[in-house]
């Protein structure tokens, strides 16, 4: 499956945005999707999760409670909105994908777990 990640861009410190990440093909339905970031100098890093269904979602201790994922089966898109920006949340963000129901979500943090990855799509948030 190829992933398109959009919806990057320059924002203030404060600012809200939204990344979306969109599949060419319905098995998207089935695979779990991850977002990860990787800051200039900096190792990837992982952001967010959320199972094929919705009903499990995992974040990263640095954007919990800013930081939303969702889906849409329907649209074959998953979708990562971002509050309360920080200079810190400055970088590469990539959406990635992964078949199968884990036993346990908390292992899909890990990122050499994903098979599909998208593009990135950069976000710089300035003071």
């Known amino acids: 499956v190829q992933l398109q990640a959009s919806g990057g861009g320059l924002m203030q410190a404060g600012d809200s945005l939204r990344l979306s990440c969109v599949a060419s093909?319905?098995?998207?339905?089935?695979?779990?999707i991850g977002w990860f970031r990787q800051a200039p100098g900096k190792e990837r890093e992982f952001v967010a999760l959320?199972?094929?269904?919705?009903?499990?979602?995992i974040y990263a201790d640095s954007v919990k409670g800013r930081f939303t994922i969702s889906r849409d089966n329907a649209k074959l898109a998953a979708y990562l909105q971002m509050n309360s920006l920080k200079l810190e949340d400055t970088a590469l963000y990539y959406c990635?994908?992964?078949?199968?129901?884990?036993?346990?979500?908390?292992?899909?943090?890990?990122?050499?777990?994903?098979?599909?990855w998208g593009q990135g799509t950069q976000v710089t948030v300035s003071s």
């Open positions: 990635a994908a992964v078949g199968g129901k884990p036993a346990d979500y908390a292992s899909l943090r890990a990122e050499g777990r994903y098979r599909y």
């Open positions: 093909e319905e098995m998207f339905r089935r695979y779990t």
């Open positions: 959320i199972s094929w269904n919705g009903n499990n979602t």
